[in-house]
């Protein structure tokens, strides 16, 4: 009986700080941290990757610092077409289309970074989405 009474004692002991070690409260407010989201999306994945390059290039000539590029799942749209209007139902055509998705954030974007990306000129197919967080 005095063993297990022991033993509850030493786990109801809360461990305590080591000696002369304090405990610093943070008197600074924490900055506000803005992001910049820069959502990449296109049919061809080979444009896609060098469009993420070319931004990722810009952003780190002006020291950024960079989140990504994070390949997003790639959506698939699917049809079935008849091939033929009335007699022939089972041959049929299928047809696909692929979205590939990119996000690339960028932490604390200086004006410089803005402007840099605004005149960046990316090949057509390519469709951008920024969002400032």
Known sequence: MAESTLKK?????????????????????????SKLRIKVMAYEYKIL??????IIDTAVRYDAKI????????????WTVNRSPFVYKNAR???EMRVHRRV????????KIMDALINLSLPSGVNIDVKIM
Not at 12 to 29: A, D, N
Not at 49 to 54: E, G, I
Not at 67 to 78: D, S
Not at 104 to 111: A, L
Request: proline share 11%.
């Open 93 to 95: 055509e299928q047809f």
């Open 49 to 54: 990757d060098l469009s993420v390059k070319q």
């Open 67 to 78: 989140v990504g590029p994070i390949p997003l799942p790639t959506e698939i749209k699917k």
């Open 9 to 33: 004692e030493k786990a109801s002991k809360v461990p305590k700080t080591l000696k002369g070690e304090k405990v610093k409260k943070s008197s600074k407010k924490e900055e506000a941290i």
């Open 104 to 111: 690339i954030d960028i932490i604390n974007p200086s004006p």
